[in-house]
């Protein structure tokens, strides 16, 4: 089983990224997958799951702003991160599982950084 994050970057805030998770050794669609964003100084946090069923967990601080998708034919699973804030900058991970507890695969992380 492997995770590959991609698509962190620089951006204003306002901008918008979009983060992919690519996976394999797994069926995509079998899982629930999960994004987790951990800042400096401070612990990891759960953003965004979406279950094998297609439903969707988005935490509140970034509900209406951030879109969790999946690709099953492309075996990739994605973060739409629109009007980004200042609060948003943090080492962003895809995982297999929706609470840390449950994860049983980490990605590596990917860097996003909202800065003017």
């Known amino acids: 089983v492997q995770l590959q994050a991609s698509g962190g970057g620089l951006v204003q805030p306002g901008g918008s990224l979009r983060l992919s998770c690519a996976t394999s050794?797994?069926?995509?669609?079998?899982?629930?997958m999960g994004w987790f964003r951990q800042a400096p100084g401070k612990e990891r946090e759960g953003v965004s799951c979406?279950?094998?069923?297609?439903?969707?967990y988005v935490a509140d601080s970034v509900k209406g702003r951030f879109t969790i998708s999946r690709d099953n034919a492309k075996n990739t699973a994605y973060l739409q991160m629109n009007s980004l804030k200042l609060e948003d900058t943090a080492v962003y991970y895809c995982?297999?599982?929706?609470?840390?507890?449950?994860?049983?695969?980490w990605g590596q992380g990917t860097q996003v950084t909202v800065s003017s």
């Open positions: 995982a297999r599982g929706c609470r840390p507890t449950y994860v049983d695969y």
């Open positions: 050794g797994f069926t995509l669609n079998s899982f629930t």
């Open positions: 979406i279950s094998s069923d297609g439903s969707t």
